[in-house]
């Protein structure tokens, strides 16, 4: 019986722990957009990244961008514009608003920007707090239903 409970406490554990791998999209907008493909980052990080974007397309076409976004912003049609008006493959409209929100320039769309930037406080030895308390959560969970368990099976033999 307790060979049955660790192993699937293992079990449980093994499929919280698999990593996951997904290719990046290509972006015919920045042919070098770096892959970030294991969010959450750093906050400098980002604006690093996306300073090169800013760099890449330069100032005048950035600033005649932002002005559309403003635009958008104040017509209330910001996730329209971020998502709809690219041509397909090409994320124009995100790059530029994503460079400007990591700026402090635009604001969160659906809570969705903000959880791509780490926030240091919220971090334990690289990991996600609340992944850690949930998997320490579950060992204890699953330590105290074994002892439960074996404590039953004393009681009735």
């Known amino acids: 019986m307790l060979i049955a409970a660790a192993v699937l406490i293992l ?48 100032q005048a076409w950035m600033e005649i961008k932002k002005a559309e976004m403003d635009q958008a912003i104040k017509d209330g049609t910001l996730n329209e514009w971020i998502e ?6 090409n994320f124009a ?10 700026n402090d320039q635009a604001p969160d769309i659906n809570d969705f920007s903000n959880s791509l930037i780490r926030e240091p406080a919220a971090y334990w030895f690289g990991l996600p707090l609340g992944w850690v308390l949930a998997t320490a ?9 074994i002892i439960f368990v074996l404590k039953k099976a004393k009681l009735a033999n």
Do not use: M
């Not at 791998?21 to 400098?44: F, I």
């Open 137 to 145: 959560g579950i060992a204890v969970a699953g330590t105290a239903a």
């Open 11 to 58: 079990h449980l554990a093994g499929i919280i722990l698999q990593p996951a791998y997904a290719a990046c999209v290509q972006d015919s907008d920045w042919p070098e957009k770096p892959c970030l493909d294991e969010p959450p980052y750093a906050k400098q990080d980002l604006k690093a990244a996306w300073q090169g974007y800013y760099e890449y397309k330069g």
């Open 84 to 89: 709809y008006r690219s041509a397909p493959d």
């Open 93 to 102: 409209n995100y790059n530029v608003y994503f460079y400007y929100f990591l």
